[in-house]
């Protein structure tokens, strides 16, 4: 259930197909104006420096061009996805609950929409050379709460309803997700991660879970809907479960 297919660390944002195709116009608009401040960096790149007094210099740029074009992808992708959000979330602001798997019920169908706005950004953050970035700035831009010291790099992290405190570490391959489907039935309930928090790798927390300070999971382990874990204790199985040992201590 939701295991990544390698580990680019591309978030989890899945699209109802029915919304997709009605919506899919806001995709492409949103990429195509984030291309625009990179179409004037390069034409400017190019208009002063692409001549024969300075080609030398032109290709002695060049990968810091390169670099540049990377950067003003990410952060232009990022910032007109926000501008989005803010539009959509103004419409109708996200909430916490059980709903309908129907694009008629508007939680579901904002739901989609926001993950539809945040796809592009989040694939471009996981796909360039500094992956680790969109945990460090595009997620929590997007609101996502991640403190400092964190080791969470290849992992799958849900866009919203996620607060992770500091000096946590999240195995590789590990899946963190605030949403859930079940028949025609929605979930969407906010994770929260506590301080000091130890996940195993390819562990899978799903909505509602609280993990409290200190506490461990123990590697391919999950926990269940709105469970709770508490702090100094170290939780093994699926669904997750006191290990033997801290039960006798």
Known sequence: MFQPASLKGESPVPIDERIRKKYIFLYFIIIILSFIPCSLFE??????????????????????NIVVLIYALQFSATLVSALFLIVINTIFRP???????????????????RNLVKKWPLYVMASNPFPWLKHRATLRFFG?????????????ISSEFVSIG??????????????????????????IIEDNVALGAKSVILPGTTIKHDAKLSAYSSTDYED???????????????KEEDKIN
């Open 43 to 64: 034409y400017i790149y190019f208009l002063f420096l692409f001549s024969e007094q300075l080609i030398w210099l032109f290709f002695l740029l060049f990968p810091f």
């Open 166 to 191: 500091k000096n946590c570490i999240i195995g590789v391959s590990s899946v963190i997700v605030s949403f859930g489907v079940e028949a025609e039935t929605f979930l969407l309930k906010k994770i």
């Open 144 to 156: 996502v709460k991640i403190g400092k010291h964190c080791m969470c790099d290849n992992c799958w």
């Open 228 to 242: 709770v874990l508490e702090e100094n204790l170290v939780y093994n199985g699926t669904p997750a479960s006191i």
């Open 95 to 113: 909430k916490e609950g059980v709903f309908h798997r129907d694009p008629k019920d508007k939680n579901y169908l904002f739901w989609n929409l």
